[in-house]
């Protein structure tokens, strides 16, 4: 079986890595010559829209995926008429579009922060003064790893709120969301698989710490959560794909203000906070992905490997190998990335019984210092 991949970054190539055992093959489309996936699949260099590109990578394959979503709207189309497409653009279009995720997730029940949409700089200062500061805008489009966002304190005077929409208003952002700032006690997720036959396999909740914006460090099961809350957000996953008819892993991030939830965004494919299913879990998230967009059974979600499971992302630079291969039990990712600050490079997860012993070697990783870039090797 063959898969075609729109992007080539770290998500495809752990794509491909899952399914080589299965059989499976993947094929890459990425701009970039260097994109890592094309370490160990067929790489098709093009921009995204382009139309020779976008033939090459539908040819001959079962189904094309995505390993992110601002997949523009006519390379979909294009795509469609030569190759069955998974998640369908319709889920593709929500997570793209910040304001029709919390849409979606109104209508389904669910919670959200308090928001408003902006599409001029006087609706941003309409938007603000309903939401309330403190408040958050995002750009409705485009953002990822915090950026496109702009904070505004409470006590903003209209000076600030200008200069958001200077900085963000760009129409190629799609306009702005302005999001009332939620006092959470933890960040969550879950990611959950759905079948072209419409079964459903939910991984436990995620605890996620981000800091600028960027993921740094995920626990599952996230420690803590009442039985009733994780069940709230597994029936929440499921309804959410019910109505985008969604085939694939989708991933939604919540916050948690004592047993609230309210859903902040989705992101239509596999995520980083399920990169510890890979040794955490029964089957990853990157196997269930491809089991699903095939028409295969889904595997288990269920936690392996003693329970518990933590993951740290390594950014920006990586620590000497041996140091890491030195903590007992630690399986690293490095992604093959050239090491640039703020770029994740890698990841390292520690699975075990003894929730404390496996984060505490879990911070030991994170906390090692920059090695030496040149025995990395990577350029990309
Ligand atoms: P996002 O790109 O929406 O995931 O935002 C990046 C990070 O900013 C989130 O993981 C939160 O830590 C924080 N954040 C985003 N939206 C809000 C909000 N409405 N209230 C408080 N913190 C937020």
Redesign the pocket.
């Known amino acids: 079986m063959k898969v075609g991949v729109l992007g080539g970054g770290q998500l495809a190539r752990m794509l491909a890595l899952a399914g080589l055992p299965l059989g499976v093959r993947c094929r890459f489309l990425d701009p970039s010559p260097r994109a890592v996936a094309g370490h160990i699949g067929e790489l098709v260099v093009a921009p995204y829209d382009d139309v020779d590109g976008l033939r090459r990578l539908a040819d001959g394959v079962d189904v094309v995926t995505f390993e992110f979503e601002n997949v523009p709207a006519s390379s979909i189309e294009l795509l469609q008429r030569h190759v069955r497409v998974a998640p369908a653009p319709v889920a593709l279009a929500t997570g793209q579009d910040r304001v029709r995720e919390k849409t979606l997730f109104g209508e389904l029940g669910m919670a959200t ?1 308090k928001w408003r949409a902006a599409g001029s700089r006087d609706e941003l200062h309409a938007a603000v003064a309903a939401v309330g500061a403190p408040c ?1 805008a ?1 750009t409705r489009r485009m ?4 950026k496109g ?1 702009a904070r505004l304190a409470a006590g903003a005077d209209a000076a600030a709120v200008d200069a958001v929409w200077r900085d963000l208003g760009d129409p190629r952002n799609g306009g702005l969301i302005v ?4 006092a ?1 006690d933890r ?1 969550v997720s879950v990611l959950a698989a759905r079948s072209r036959t419409g079964a459903v396999a939910c991984y436990p909740l995620v605890e ?1 710490v ?1 800091d600028g ?1 960027i993921l740094r460090r995920s626990r599952a099961p996230a420690p803590g959560v009442p039985a009733a809350v994780e069940q709230r957000a597994h029936a929440f996953v499921r309804a959410a794909m019910e109505r985008l008819d969604y085939v694939g892993v989708l991933a939604v ?1 919540l ?1 948690l203000r004592g047993d609230e939830l309210l859903a ?2 989705m992101a239509p494919r596999v995520h980083n906070s399920g990169h510890w299913t890979i040794e955490g879990a029964a089957c990853s998230q990157f196997e269930n992905h491809l089991r699903a967009i095939l028409g295969l059974p889904l595997g288990s979600t269920a936690m392996a490997g003693g329970g518990c499971a933590t993951m740290v992302n390594l950014i920006g630079d990586l620590p000497e190998r041996g140091a890491l291969l030195e903590l007992p039990g630690l399986h690293l990712h490095a992604y093959g990335k050239g090491l640039r600050p703020g770029r994740k490079v890698g990841h390292a997860t520690v699975v075990g019984a003894d929730r404390a012993a496996v984060d505490d070697l879990a911070a030991q990783a994170a906390a090692l210092p920059p090695g030496d870039p040149a025995a990395w090797g990577f350029d990309g």
């Open positions: 922060p958050i995002k953002g990822y790893d915090g966002q999001e009332g700032f939620v959470f960040e996620n981000h914006g991030e916050f902040n965004e």
